[in-house]
């Protein structure tokens, strides 16, 4: 058998080269490494990027509106029956669902902030007054907003979504809640 011959000073080009990458790769104590991947991690779950399934399959604006549309009507026939905190609840849904566009839809921002910005503290401080003239102003002012938004914007296939106009409820969608005050 032949004996093995070093070369302990001569570094074969494919040695270097693997040692330049394991260098190049490498980011520190193990610390550090875990901190670059944490880092890493939270930025792939802090910005939207739709090529990523996880975040692809996150409901985008269209069904959040759908939940408003449930949360105004929940909202009116609390506020009818003078079941106020039913009322306030579905505000704070409706701002719960808008946080939720902001992440999934950021270029809805910059419309759908000053709405919500305006329409909402309005609703709530008529809500909290339990001032009923005060609420239906505020959410007919709400409503208009809706209405003039999708006057404005495309969605999907369409370029405007002026066919959906938002109006007063005239019945509530849940006969499973009773409305009435407690
Ligand atoms: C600032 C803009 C804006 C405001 C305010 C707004 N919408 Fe929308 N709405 C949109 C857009 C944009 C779409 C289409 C979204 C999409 O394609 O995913 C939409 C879609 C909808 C749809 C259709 C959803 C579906 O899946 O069929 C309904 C219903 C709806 N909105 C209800 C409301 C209600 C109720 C309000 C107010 C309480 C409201 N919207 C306020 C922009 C707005």
């Known amino acids: 058998m032949k004996a093995f011959k070093s070369t302990p000073t001569v570094l074969s080009r494919g040695m270097f080269i693997g040692i ?3 260098v190049s790769a490498w980011q ?7 901190d670059n ?6 930025a792939k779950f ?6 990523l399934p996880l975040w692809a399959i996150q409901p985008g604006t269209a069904p959040r509106m ?5 949360y105004f009507n929940n909202m009116w026939f609390g506020a009818q029956a003078g079941n106020w905190d ?6 704070y849904r409706t701002e719960e669902a808008i946080k939720g566009i902001y992440v999934v839809r950021p270029k809805r921002i910059d419309t759908v902030k000053p709405w919500a910005e305006s329409a909402l503290p309005a609703l709530i401080k008529a809500i909290e007054a339990k001032d009923k003239k005060g609420f239906e102003k505020a959410y007919d002012n709400a409503i208009a907003g809706c209405n003039g938004c999708h006057a404005g914007s495309g ?11 938002i109006i007063r409820p005239t019945t509530p969608l849940f006969s499973n809640i009773d ?3 407690r």
């Open 20 to 22: 330049a990458l394991l």
């Open 37 to 42: 991947v944490d880092k890493a991690i939270d």
């Open 155 to 165: 969605g999907g296939p369409l370029k405007s979504m002026a066919s959906f106009k």
């Open 86 to 91: 039913l009322a306030r609840f579905e505000v």
């Open 179 to 181: 409305f009435k005050k």
């Open 46 to 51: 802090s910005k939207y990027d739709g090529k």
């Open 66 to 70: 759908i939940d408003m549309t449930i």
């Open 28 to 34: 520190g104590p193990p610390a550090v490494a875990q």
